[in-house]
């Protein structure tokens, strides 16, 4: 069977538009849920960590995990790991033992996820962020999976309801 496949696009006028998408789709976030972010060095993939992490219910403060590589934290429900592979190696990653937590308990959260793409499940959301001038950001999204092709497909449903109404 071909595996579905989802596109979408959000664009953020401000990082209040950056919550409201974090905010949506921690709402349909459950254990074993991947998101894959990637994008320039400041494009927002820790502001999208912290308002996801805030949206799920972890309490206080949610850092860069640049130099620790993997935190977790308590969300209301479930656990949020939060990664950013940017200063290791693929090597390196592959002894981490990351299918610990991208098959746990919780949600996972993984800044720069294309430098250890063979490492990842397949099927995830994909979010690349991309400066656009000043608090803009365009966040193009992919759905690998039935699952998160559903979820751009809500996200282009909304977008087509937001014009409507
Ligand atoms: N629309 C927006 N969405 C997200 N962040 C924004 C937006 N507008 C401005 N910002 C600001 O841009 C900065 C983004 O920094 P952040 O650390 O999240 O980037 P990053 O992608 O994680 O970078 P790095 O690759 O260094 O980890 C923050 O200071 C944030 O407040
Ligand atoms: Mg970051």
């Given at each position: 069977?071909?595996?579905?496949?989802?596109?979408a696009?959000?664009?953020?006028?401000?990082?209040?538009?950056?919550?409201?998408?974090?905010?949506?789709?921690?709402?349909?976030?459950?254990?074993?849920?991947?998101?894959?972010?990637?994008?320039?060095l400041?494009?927002?993939?820790?502001?999208?960590?912290?308002?996801?992490?805030?949206?799920?219910?972890?309490?206080?403060i949610?850092?860069?995990?640049?130099?620790?590589?993997?935190?977790?934290?308590?969300?209301?429900?479930?656990?949020?790991?939060?990664?950013?592979?940017?200063?290791?190696?693929?090597?390196?990653?592959?002894?981490?033992?990351?299918?610990?937590?991208?098959?746990?308990?919780?949600?996972?959260?993984?800044?720069?996820?294309s430098?250890?793409?063979?490492?990842l499940?397949?099927?995830?959301?994909?979010?690349?962020?991309?400066?656009?001038?000043?608090?803009?950001?365009?966040?193009?999204?992919?759905?690998?999976?039935?699952?998160?092709?559903?979820?751009?497909?809500?996200?282009?449903?909304?977008?087509?309801?937001?014009?409507?109404?």
């Open positions: 069977m071909q595996t579905a496949i989802g596109e696009q959000w664009r953020a006028i401000s990082t209040q538009d950056t919550e409201e998408l974090a905010t949506l789709i921690a709402s349909w976030a459950k254990p074993g849920t991947l998101l894959a972010l990637d994008g320039d400041g494009a927002g993939k820790t502001a999208f960590s912290q308002f996801f992490a805030k949206a799920i219910g972890v309490q206080g949610v850092n860069s995990p640049t130099f620790t590589i993997i935190k977790e934290y308590e969300g209301a429900e479930m656990p949020f790991y939060h990664m950013d592979v940017y200063r290791v190696s693929l090597e390196e990653a592959d002894e981490l033992g990351l299918d610990e937590y991208f098959y746990g308990s919780g949600v996972t959260i993984v800044e720069w996820a430098l250890i793409e063979e490492l499940p397949e099927e995830r959301l994909e979010l690349y962020l991309e400066h656009t001038g000043g608090e803009e950001r365009l966040i193009r999204l992919k759905g690998i999976g039935e699952t998160y092709a559903g979820w751009c497909q809500s996200l282009n449903d909304r977008e087509v309801g937001k014009q409507n109404g």
